[in-house]
């Protein structure tokens, strides 16, 4: 168990719909890192929040949108969903600034399904 | 960003040595190569990091030599629940948590 929490667990939504993911990241760690995971794909970095500001984002598409709260809790949201959204999302929590390379520790994920 | 190259898929059997190599030849003077273990719908699993030489915890040992190439992962006595993904990365140094840029990863199987 990395500490690391997620929901819900399962969700299934519509085209066009909007989806609200959460995380909470482990004790003490200051960075949340947001990754969708196709199936049979390995995790593609989707943006990572730093002090509540978004601090680097890969390439998706400005329907894809977050928030990390004072406590280092995270949100991914997804607006005007389609069905090419459907995939494992993955939140990781770190250190910034841990020195000697800042571990990434990932939650469990969240399986999205839209129809 | 630097790229890894690792095999797409490896069999074992239980009790034996499985060692995967990852290759990384333009890897930066400040990256940590970084391995995962990921099973089917889990997130991945943070196994061993390392910079140069070797590394070793209670679950895996990591080689790395000297030009920083590439890297061996090696899994000591495998059982049937290390069957799993395994994936090779690399990680910023201090002062810089980036993205994790994650490739196909080798698929272990191992078999009884």
């Known amino acids: 168990e990395t500490g690391v929490t997620q929901s819900p667990t399962h969700l299934i939504k519509t085209r066009g719909q909007q989806v609200t993911l959460r995380c909470s990241s482990q004790?003490?760690?200051?960075?949340v890192s947001w990754y969708q995971q196709a199936l049979g794909q390995g995790p593609q970095f989707i943006f990572q929040?730093?002090?509540?500001?978004?601090?680097g984002r890969g390439n998706f598409p400005p329907r894809f949108s977050g928030l990390q709260f004072p406590n280092y809790s995270s949100e991914l949201n997804v607006n005007a969903l389609e069905l090419d959204d459907s995939a494992l999302y993955l939140c990781?929590?770190?250190?910034?600034?841990?020195?000697?390379?800042?571990?990434?520790?990932f939650g469990p994920g969240t399986r999205l399904l839209v129809l | 960003l630097a790229k890894t190259t690792q095999p797409i898929s490896m069999d074992s059997y239980e009790g034996q040595e499985v060692n995967i190599t990852c290759s990384h030849n333009?890897?930066?003077?400040?990256?940590?190569i970084t391995w995962y273990q990921q099973f089917p719908s889990q997130g991945p699993r943070f196994i061993i990091q390392?910079?140069?030489t070797k590394v070793t915890n209670e679950v895996a040992s990591l080689f790395i030599p000297a030009d920083r190439k590439s890297s061996t992962l090696s899994l000591p006595r495998v059982s049937l629940s290390d069957t799993a993904v395994y994936y090779c990365?690399?990680?910023?140094?201090?002062?810089?948590?980036?993205?994790?840029?994650f490739g196909q990863g080798t698929t272990l199987q191992v078999k009884p």
């Open positions: 990781a929590s770190s250190v910034a600034g841990a020195g000697e390379g800042e571990t990434q520790y």
């Open positions: 004790s003490g760690h200051n960075t």
């Open positions: 929040y730093y002090r509540e500001e978004e601090n």
């Open positions: 333009n890897i930066a003077t400040n990256d940590y």
């Open positions: 390392g910079y140069k």
């Open positions: 990365l690399f990680l910023h140094g201090s002062g810089n948590t980036g993205k994790l840029i």
